[in-house]
């Protein structure tokens, strides 16, 4: 069973608290934020709209509290970079990547994630919080980590010696771009067996042409 968290990172064990949270994650995702009111979500999970703010003091605070499990979620995709050094001595690079694909695809396949993935998408143009959520915790943090990993493969010589932060642009910014076109298959119910086989033939064929002469992927 999910545990959700509020914004200040605490485990919520309301069972209302929960409820309005899931189904605005879902209204969200479908319709927008601005499209749902308040009254529409607790018609929805069968309470009066004053009982709303028993447990949040505004639907803005409903959707911080939906990016704070977000980002919660999105830390547990890429180990802590301190644990690099040892996962370089016990893994090769194309495994590496192989393993940071299927941590995401089970991220994303986790309950309620891939609709507040299309939350992300939708909000931000209109929210700074999501902004910067897909800037810094998406963008940002993933592109740091590649580039640390890359940096310690390449002492290890098992990546050619190139540019580290450039190999993690050219290795992630194809995959951020598949990612999306995988999360608006799937809101359709449309096939995703064709770009799951793009991401994964990335995977293989920037793990071939850093990889050493010596070594493999």
Known sequence: MITYIDVSGAPIANANKIKLLTIAID???????????????????GMKESSFYNHYRSKNEL?????????????????PIAQLEAIAGAMRPGDFLRQGYRNFLAHVQSPGMEAIWRILYLEQCRHK????I?????IGRT????EAAFAIY??????????ARRLAAEYQYPLFGM???YLLLRLDGGDTA?????MAEHIEFFATIIAKEADQP
């Open 134 to 138: 897909y800037l810094n915790d998406v």
């Open 63 to 79: 959707l911080e509290t939906i990016f704070a499990n977000f980002r919660q979620s999105v830390e547990r995709i890429m180990p």
């Open 129 to 132: 919080l999501a902004r910067d």
């Open 27 to 45: 209204a969200f995702s479908l319709k927008g934020f601005s499209a749902v009111s308040i009254r529409d979500i607790t018609r929805e999970a």
């Open 194 to 198: 064709q770009i799951e086989r793009s």
């Open 143 to 146: 592109i740091d980590f590649l």
């Open 179 to 181: 990612i999306a076109e």
């Open 154 to 163: 390449i002492e290890h010589g098992l990546v050619r010696p190139l540019p």
